[in-house]
């Protein structure tokens, strides 16, 4: 079963807006990390955070880390049609960092 | 360099029969690891090999097979195909199974 959930389930926003999207988790993680799904294809990994951190950005993302509450957030800014894609966070566990857990996904709609 | 490959794209079977699906990881990378995408439960881990040994295993049914060869290519076996096993079967690799997962464009197997 899941241990993520994200949500929103779907998100839509013109071109140029920000968008957030969150994930909790239920267990003790190392690492989260996520990841973007365009139409069913494969994914690709955007960032990963420690568990130590609190905050990473790279490029338009950035994600945060609240293990007390067992949350993260992913804000992309500036959106673009070409960021309509699922996006899903993913975590493992303690001694299992080839076993990812991931979310249900939030999906992005990005209108010009 | 090329990414991950996975073969057969697309694929349909027939209840009760077997399947073999391929994925040649980048090269370098000693870790493969499979997932299970449906509508209903979301991405699910499969199994993960590393130098030809499987080192996680998730909760499948034992009809759910795989094994990695010396040159890091590995292939999942499916037997017994129940309706229920139509999905999209994400392959990953990574240099040492540790992050940085890499994951193919899937193959899409449906059973009728």
């Known amino acids: 079963s899941q241990q993520g959930e994200e949500d929103p389930q779907a998100l839509s926003i013109q071109e140029g807006e920000n968008a957030t999207m969150n994930c909790s988790y239920k267990?003790?993680?190392?690492?989260l990390q996520w990841y973007r799904q365009n139409s069913g294809r494969g994914l690709v990994h955007l960032i990963l955070i420690r568990s130590n951190e609190r905050e990473k950005h790279s490029g338009r993302l950035r994600v945060t880390l609240d293990t007390s509450k067992k949350s993260s957030s992913l804000l992309i800014t500036a959106s673009r049609a070409a960021d309509t894609a699922s996006y899903f966070c993913?975590?493992?566990?303690?001694?299992?960092?080839?076993?990812?857990?991931f979310g249900t996904g939030t999906r992005l709609q990005v209108t010009l | 360099k090329a990414g991950v490959t996975q073969t057969p794209r697309y694929l349909i079977k027939t209840r009760g029969q077997q399947v073999t699906l391929s994925c040649s990881p980048i090269s370098g990378h000693r870790s493969v690891s499979w997932y299970q995408q449906t509508p209903g439960q979301g991405l699910q881990f499969l199994f993960e090999y590393f130098s030809e040994t499987q080192r996680n295993k998730g909760n499948f049914p034992g009809r759910f097979s795989g094994r990695q060869f010396s040159n890091s290519r590995s292939e999942m076996n499916v037997s017994t195909l129940e309706l229920g096993d139509s999905a999209l079967y994400l392959c990953?690799?990574?240099?040492?199974?540790?992050?940085?997962?890499?994951f193919g464009s899937g193959t899409r197997l449906t059973v009728v």
């Open positions: 267990t003790s993680i190392n690492n």
């Open positions: 993913a975590t493992d566990a303690s001694g299992t960092a080839s076993k990812l857990t």
């Open positions: 990953a690799s990574s240099p040492e199974g540790v992050y940085g997962y890499t």
